[in-house]
């Protein structure tokens, strides 16, 4: 039993070692340890999206962010979820009327007058 356990110590140690050696091999993402900020996925943005309930359109928001390197003026974005909050503010004033009631069987959302947006 206690060899069995010296040998699991040692695995265990080897297995850390192998890890700090693959860590310090990764590309580092200086923007990331500058100011925290990490780019969304496009499921990421797809699902807080549908969370939270925003009726904006989606696909150019990312495709918008995405083009220009998540860059808010010339300042590096650092906070996506605030910026959908932004976009869906904008919605808002421009579509007061195109709320978005349900959403069809794929998933689209219709607004009141039953179109799609």
Same mark, same amino acid.
């Given at each position: 039993?206690?060899? *069995?356990l010296?040998?699991?110590?040692?695995?265990i140690?080897? $297995?850390?070692?192998?890890?700090?050696?693959?860590?310090?091999?990764?590309p580092?993402?200086?923007?990331?340890?500058?100011?925290? &900020?990490?780019?969304?996925?496009?499921?990421?943005?797809?699902?807080?999206?549908?969370?939270?309930?925003? %009726? &904006? +359109? $989606?696909?150019?928001? &990312? +495709?918008?962010y995405e083009?220009?390197?998540?860059?808010?003026?010339?300042?590096?974005?650092?906070?996506?979820q605030a910026?959908?909050?932004?976009? *869906?503010?904008? %919605?808002?004033?421009?579509?007061?009327?195109r709320t978005?009631?349900?959403?069809?069987? %794929?998933?689209?959302?219709?607004?009141?007058q039953?179109?799609?947006l």
């Amino acid at each position: 039993m206690k060899e *069995e356990l010296k040998l699991l110590k040692q695995a265990i140690g080897t $297995l850390q070692r192998a890890v700090a050696i693959l860590e310090d091999r990764l590309p580092v993402d200086t923007e990331m340890k500058q100011n925290g &900020f990490r780019p969304p996925t496009r499921d990421q943005a797809e699902q807080h999206h549908r969370l939270v309930g925003h %009726h &904006f +359109d $989606l696909d150019q928001w &990312f +495709d918008h962010y995405e083009a220009k390197g998540w860059v808010v003026g010339k300042t590096k974005m650092k906070d996506w979820q605030a910026s959908m909050r932004t976009w *869906e503010r904008e %919605h808002k004033q421009k579509n007061p009327d195109r709320t978005v009631v349900e959403y069809d069987a %794929h998933g689209r959302p219709i607004s009141a007058q039953g179109d799609l947006l």
